[in-house]
């Protein structure tokens, strides 16, 4: 070993400046060929287990966080037992009532909406992966809700074709409310690969099973208020542009609204894209201000306020859950019948997409002064500068299209709806039972 390291020692490093005539070691050539058909051999199988090692190992993975793997966890699903109790989640107890599948129903929006058309005699199937961006438990509470009013609430990804495929094998839904989503305009520097496998791949994904499915559904569905992104004309109007997204989750979202005309285009599917502006209230998400703002006032720790350049004012058109659940189910009474059938288009289909908000920007300032009255405790207030991260300057809707074609009118204030939020925070967390995650 230590001769051929001296024969190694001497290979130049340059093979083409390499002058074998001038070599002393001319005469142990035929040795010498030997090492170098050995090292090539070992160098090639070591770099095959480099390459093997990168390919398999999880820390390779550009996207370490990507929640995607987190849905590669195994659902169990099937069984008659199982399809007994998703025909009965699904059946319709009323007249003129429709079956819904709400894809993201252990979210906040999604746990709403399951639960007003529940009540209202509609069949109701859940559907959600239970991932971990924000306290799994809070999910678990709202199911545990939903199933006391009768909606089961499938366990498994909407990336997960042949679930999806068995689900309208089993219940002929005449309509999709399809709120699973990666949520968060800041979350999307930490975690890309979760957006794009959530917003982008799982749309897709449910969009194949709906073109195939007998009869196609209508599919009413989460965008968002982030779409106008930069835009500095108010109020945002359905019309404007929508090309310049300050953050990945907006341009997803965006991403989403063409993807939706395509299938619209194509294969006739009845697509509505809801434009969400800043839903809060009870049972709200914990990765939202208004959530953390509230569980850091409470604990005597300072929270962070954004402000623009020159002391700008940053301001959401904070818009109340109970409005935004009139909206989603006047958007699915109204929408039409999807066209095609067998995955093939058998005529134009509706395609439409709606802000959803409530017409009145409020500083985060004042949020956060109504959270210190209905609190009763000063916040610690840390003024800071817009990070550029995600977030716009502000957001206003402009509702005049869903107020028309959808009756939509929302009527509840920041104050109001943050009353209500403080309320239901307050016994859910009480006695510090459960800790705010
Ligand atoms: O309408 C939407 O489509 C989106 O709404 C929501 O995004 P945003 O409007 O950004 O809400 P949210 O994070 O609660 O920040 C509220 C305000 O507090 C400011 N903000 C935030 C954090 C902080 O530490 N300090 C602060 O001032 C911040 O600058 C902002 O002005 C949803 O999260 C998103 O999933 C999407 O649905």
Not at 25 to 54: D, E, Q
Not at 241 to 256: C, F
Not at 301 to 306: A, D, G, V, Y
Request: aromatic share 12%.
């Amino acid at each position: 070993m230590s001769k051929q390291m001296s024969h190694l020692d001497n290979i130049p490093s340059t093979p083409g400046k390499f002058k074998m005539d001038k070599s002393p070691y001319i005469h142990n050539r035929l040795r010498w060929h030997s090492s170098l058909a050995k090292l090539t051999f070992w160098s090639f199988m070591f770099l095959g287990l480099i390459l093997i090692f990168f390919f398999r190992s999880p820390s390779s993975n550009p996207l370490p966080q990507d929640p995607s793997r987190r849905s590669l966890r195994t659902y169990n699903w099937g069984g008659p037992a199982w399809e007994k109790r998703v025909r009965s989640s699904a059946r319709i107890r009323s007249r003129n009532g429709i079956s819904v599948l709400v894809t993201g129903a252990a979210g906040f929006v999604g746990t709403h909406v399951s639960a007003a058309l529940k009540r209202r005699g509609d069949g109701v199937l859940g559907l959600d992966n239970f991932n971990d961006y924000y306290d799994p438990s809070l999910k678990r509470a709202r199911q545990a809700l939903l199933e006391r009013s009768g909606v089961f609430i499938v366990e498994g990804d909407i990336n997960d074709s042949a679930l999806l495929r068995k689900l309208f094998e089993v219940v002929a839904f005449t309509h999709v409310m399809h709120l699973a989503a990666q949520a968060g305009v800041r979350y999307a520097m930490e975690n890309p690969g979760s957006y794009v496998h959530s917003n982008i791949a799982g749309f897709v994904n449910l969009l194949e099973v709906c073109k195939f499915a007998n009869p196609q559904p209508a599919i009413v569905w989460a965008s968002s208020s982030s779409v106008y992104g930069l835009n500095t004309k108010v109020p945002f109007s359905e019309r404007d542009r929508t090309d310049q997204p300050a953050s990945l989750y907006a341009a997803t979202k965006k991403a989403g609204e063409e993807i939706a005309h395509t299938y619209n285009h194509i294969y006739g599917l009845s697509l509505t894209g809801l434009r969400f502006f800043t839903v809060y209230g009870p049972w709200g998400r914990p990765d939202m201000a208004y959530f953390f703002f509230t569980r850091d006032i409470l604990k005597g720790k300072s929270i962070s306020i954004f402000e623009a350049a020159n002391h700008g004012t940053v301001a959401r058109d904070f818009t109340y859950i109970d409005d935004i659940v009139k909206g989603c189910l006047a958007a699915l009474d109204t929408a039409e019948k999807s066209t095609g059938s067998g995955g093939k288009k058998k005529g134009p289909a509706q395609l439409r997409v709606f802000n959803l908000g409530n017409t009145s920007p409020v500083p985060v300032s004042d949020l956060v002064s109504i959270l210190e009255r209905l609190l009763k405790v000063n916040a610690k207030r840390n003024i800071m500068k817009l990070p550029r991260n995600g977030d716009v300057q502000f957001t206003h809707a402009n509702i005049s299209l869903a107020q028309r074609e959808l009756g939509y009118k929302p009527s509840t204030d920041l104050q109001t709806g943050l009353k209500k939020f403080v309320r239901w925070y307050l016994s859910y967390y009480s006695g510090g039972k459960k800790a705010a995650g």
